[in-house]
Each structure stands twice: as structure tokens, then as C-alpha cells.
T-cell receptor, first 113, second 115 residues
Framework: GQQLNQSPQSMFIQEGEDVSMNCTSS?????WLWYKQDPGEGPVLLIA?????ELTSNGRLTAQFGITRKDSFLNISASIPSDVGIYFC?????????????FGQGTRLTINP | DAGITQSPRHKVTETGTPVTLRCHQT?????MYWYRQDPGHGLRLIHY???????DKGEVSDGYSVSRSKTEDFLLTLESATSSQTSVYFC??????????????FGPGTRLTVL
């Protein structure tokens, strides 16, 4: 089946540092998504990317949709303690009439104050 | 926040017993999904529903069945639980409107342990 490879699997950084994570796929997706999951909760959408080459920002977050539509990256600038959590990339595709998601393995972000 | 609740939030059961997890939504969304989350795998789709009594299999459907008798409720059943089904289960909903992006909103999850 389809699979997304997300890296790194974990990051340990100091507060104030910038963070970068990426996701690659063997399949083409028309929409790339980045989610964040806080402990004990479900994932929440951070950024959605719809066009190849698109660069989108949401506050301190910046994400890009790769030109080949097979990759994406997420950057977080000037990290703060509330950025701690697990970040997932996801590719959206349509199958049997339904929009479905395939997720990366996640990047667990830990921040030392 | 999207109105999604899952019950129970935590469950411990024994191998071979049946287990049913419930997802309830107050958004009147057409699509509902069940995922499982395991370390190193992210979230994987088990089953989904595109309307009342309309369901289909996802990526990891073996050992699971679902039912949707009302728009607001989507049930996931493990007929005979196995230790490999120990996981965190998430329900998601989506409006499923024609054309354009339809965000999936996730519930808080159910942690299931099969001993």
C-alpha cells in the first residue's frame, strides 16, 4: 500500500531553536497535510497544501509542497514549550469515492527549556 | 472544536473477548473513519463510512467490523480481541462536501489493551 516516510522520528531541541522535518512518498498526492498531536488527544490540522511548489505559513510554521508532489517539509521557527508533541505528515487521496489519508510515522518533538 | 466523543476512553480486556468502541458526532458530517495508532506506524485506516449503513474497508481491516445505524454513531467491533489489537483507536469525521478539501476532525481516542 501507500506509505509516507517521515524524518526524523524524534527531535530533542532547546527552546528558541528552529525545527525542520520532512516527508517523502513513492506516490503522488494532490493534497499534503501536517497535523500535530498533543499527549492524550487526537491529531489537529496545522497546515494544508494544495498545489505543487506551494509554500504556506501559519504563524511560526512554514510548510512546502514539493514540486514532484511526492514530498513536503515543515519548519517551526523559534520553538516554544507548547510546540512539544508529535507531528504527522499526511497525504490525501480519493478512492472509492471517499477522501482518505495516509500518514507518516510521526516526529516526536521534545523541547528543553 | 468539532463535536466528537469516543467511548470508552480506556479499556483493558482479555484475548478472545468481543469489544465495541463507539464514536459519536454532533456535526451531522457524512463521513466517519476509524484509525489505529501504533508506534512507528502513524495512523492507519481500519474502516470508514460514507453514510448510514454504508461502510467500506480501509488499509488494516482484518479482525474488525463496523456499523453505522445513525448518522451520529459509528461503532467499531473487535469480534475476538487479540494482543495485536492493543492500540490507540481514533475516530474522525469529515463533511464530505463535493469539490475541494474536506478536513478530517479527530476524536480524543480510545486506548485499548488486550491481555
Amino acid at each position: 500500500g501507500q506509505q509516507l516516510n517521515q524524518s526524523p522520528q524524534s527531535m530533542f531541541i532547546q527552546e528558541g531553536e528552529d525545527v525542520s522535518m520532512n516527508c517523502t512518498s513513492s506516490s503522488i498526492f494532490n493534497t499534503w497535510l501536517w497535523y500535530k498531536q498533543d499527549p492524550g488527544e487526537g491529531p489537529v490540522l496545522l497546515i494544508a497544501l494544495y498545489k505543487a511548489g506551494e509554500l504556506t505559513s501559519n504563524g511560526r510554521l512554514t510548510a512546502q509542497f514539493g514540486i514532484t508532489r511526492k514530498d513536503s517539509f515543515l519548519n517551526i521557527s523559534a520553538s516554544i514549550p507548547s510546540d512539544v508533541g508529535i507531528y504527522f505528515c499526511a497525504g490525501q487521496y480519493k478512492s472509492s469515492g471517499a477522501q482518505k489519508l495516509v500518514f507518516g510515522q510521526g516526529t516526536r518533538l521534545t523541547i528543553n527549556p | 472544536d468539532a463535536g466528537i466523543t469516543q467511548s470508552p476512553r480506556h479499556k483493558v480486556t482479555e484475548t478472545g473477548t468481543p469489544v465495541t468502541l463507539r464514536c459519536h458526532q454532533t456535526e451531522n458530517h457524512r463521513y466517519m473513519y476509524w484509525y489505529r495508532q501504533d508506534p512507528g506506524h502513524g495512523l492507519r485506516l481500519i474502516h470508514y463510512s460514507y453514510g448510514v449503513k454504508d461502510t467500506d474497508k480501509g488499509e488494516v481491516s482484518d479482525g474488525y467490523s463496523v456499523s453505522r445505524s445513525k448518522t451520529e454513531d459509528f461503532l467499531l467491533t473487535l469480534e475476538s480481541a487479540t494482543s495485536s489489537q492493543t492500540s490507540v483507536y481514533f475516530c474522525a469525521i469529515s463533511a464530505g462536501l463535493a469539490g475541494g478539501f474536506n478536513e478530517q476532525f479527530f476524536g480524543p481516542g480510545t486506548r485499548l489493551t488486550v491481555l
